[in-house]
């Protein structure tokens, strides 16, 4: 056998490992990510680590509240990153005024870690 293939063999099975698993229903269920969140009165967008894209952030009432709230003390001013883990699924993109001009979303089911965002961040 060629040298590379176990090398590109462990590669594959780890990258298979690593997929987002799917519900009953064929749609995505919720994983762990992490990324910059960045916040502003018209905008939630989330930027997993390593993502092409920014994606618009949905969370139920009492999630959004608590990751505003966190986010107004974790920050000096409005569209600054901060680091967040979050258990969350990716979606489509959405249909609502601000949202229509980011290419997917993310639904945060919980907040894991919420903190300053740092240099070494998604490395």
Same mark, same amino acid.
């Given at each position: #056998? =060629?040298?590379?293939?176990?090398?590109? *063999?462990? /590669?594959? +099975?780890?990258?298979?490992?690593?997929?987002?698993?799917?519900? &009953?229903?064929?749609?995505?269920?919720?994983?762990?990510?992490?990324?910059?969140?960045?916040?502003?009165?018209? #905008? =939630?967008?989330?930027?997993?680590?390593? *993502?092409? /894209?920014? +994606?618009?952030?949905?969370?139920?009432?009492?999630?959004?509240? &608590?990751?505003?709230?966190?986010?107004?003390?974790?920050?000096?001013?409005?569209?600054?990153?901060?680091?967040?883990?979050?258990?969350?699924?990716?979606?489509?993109?959405?249909?609502?005024?601000?949202?229509?001009?980011?290419?997917?979303?993310?639904?945060?089911?919980?907040?894991?870690?919420?903190?300053?965002?740092?240099?070494?961040?998604?490395?």
């Amino acid at each position: #056998m =060629h040298p590379i293939f176990y090398p590109l *063999a462990g /590669a594959v +099975l780890l990258a298979g490992c690593a997929g987002t698993s799917t519900t &009953r229903d064929g749609g995505p269920s919720a994983g762990r990510y992490e990324g910059h969140l960045v916040m502003a009165p018209e #905008m =939630h967008v989330f930027v997993p680590c390593n *993502a092409e /894209a920014p +994606l618009w952030l949905v969370a139920d009432e009492a999630t959004d509240h &608590r990751l505003e709230a966190q986010y107004t003390s974790l920050v000096s001013e409005p569209y600054e990153e901060a680091f967040a883990v979050l258990r969350g699924t990716p979606g489509p993109q959405l249909d609502c005024p601000g949202c229509r001009d980011f290419p997917g979303s993310f639904r945060v089911s919980e907040i894991i870690e919420y903190r300053l965002a740092e240099a070494g961040d998604c490395r």
